[in-house]
């Protein structure tokens, strides 16, 4: 992100946010599809229930962190996401966040790992236990107050970088096996 306005109110930060970047009202929570951008094409994903009721989490940590929606910016948001909590039972997010960190330790590895290091001593906006009508009153100032000088997680990045790893990996190791198992059908 160009530049963190701390005395704004969350909510007016991502609103601000989803203006420049695009996204519609409310970052598209109420689409159909939500949609991956990869240079000049994008890849369309069911909007699940679970995205559209998280995203905002997501989205939130960019203000926090002050990352922007670059593959480099979402792979360090993903890392910091993973140090500073997670996902809980949220399946989904924690599939897009690891992938995304994947991409972030072969691409960006230097800041992917940074990011991850910055959130070892964080809360985010899902841990924190703040509901999400309360955060969006908060300055940007407060909620990056009140979710820092936690105590270290322990969180080792070597085994999170190699989790992650498995995880990018994942989808082009199944995809090339299905590509050899249809080949030889023929």
Known sequence: MDRIAFN??????????YDVNDFGEDGGINNKLAWIKFGFFSIPIPNFDSRKNNVYLHD???IITGNNTSWRGESAVSAWEIASGGWGKL???WLLTLWAMGLGVLFYNK???KAFENGLTMRN???CGIKKIDITKLTVAEIRVKVSNQIDTNKSP???S???LIIFFL???LGLMLLVSIVNLF
């Open 158 to 160: 070597i085994l999170w």
């Open 162 to 164: 190699i989790i992650s």
């Open 8 to 17: 704004k109110t969350v909510g007016e930060a991502i609103q601000e946010f």
């Open 125 to 127: 906006a899902l841990t």
């Open 171 to 173: 989808p082009f190791v």
């Open 111 to 113: 800041s992917t790992l």
């Open 91 to 93: 399946i989904i997010p």
């Open 60 to 62: 939130i940590h960019h």
